[in-house]
Nanobody
């Protein structure tokens, strides 16, 4: 499957952004779609994920209550709604697909989008 992320931009602290990830190809119910981010000089980290079939969601502690992941199965789209953004949320955000079920480690994902930059100013 090929993935393309979009929706990044510059936003002030406290603001909101909605990221989108378009998937081409078949995504199966057992697959897990994730959002990751990578800040300058840091490792890529798991942000949120959703099980494609049943829609169960998972979040990193740092974004719980602020970010919401969702998917539109008919459109093959995954979204990340980001509210109450903080400067520390600044990073390149990636969407990815894991065929291994629930996964937070980057090594368990086999398809990655190109990333979209989110910059949160203070």
């Amino acid at each position: 499957v090929q993935l393309q992320a979009s929706g990044g931009g510059l936003v002030q602290a406290g603001g909101s952004l909605r990221l989108s990830c378009a998937a081409s190809g078949r995504i199966y119910s057992s697959h897990f779609m994730g959002w990751f981010r990578q800040a300058p000089g840091k490792e890529r980290e798991f942000v949120a994920g959703i099980r494609w079939g049943v829609g169960t969601t998972y979040y990193a502690d740092s974004v719980k209550g602020r970010f919401t992941i969702s998917r539109d199965k008919a459109k093959n789209m995954v979204y990340l709604e980001m509210n109450s953004l903080k400067p520390e949320d600044t990073a390149v955000y990636y969407c990815a697909r894991s065929t291994r079920g629930l996964a937070t480690a980057t090594t368990l994902y086999d398809s990655w989008g190109q990333g979209t930059l989110v910059t949160v100013s203070s």
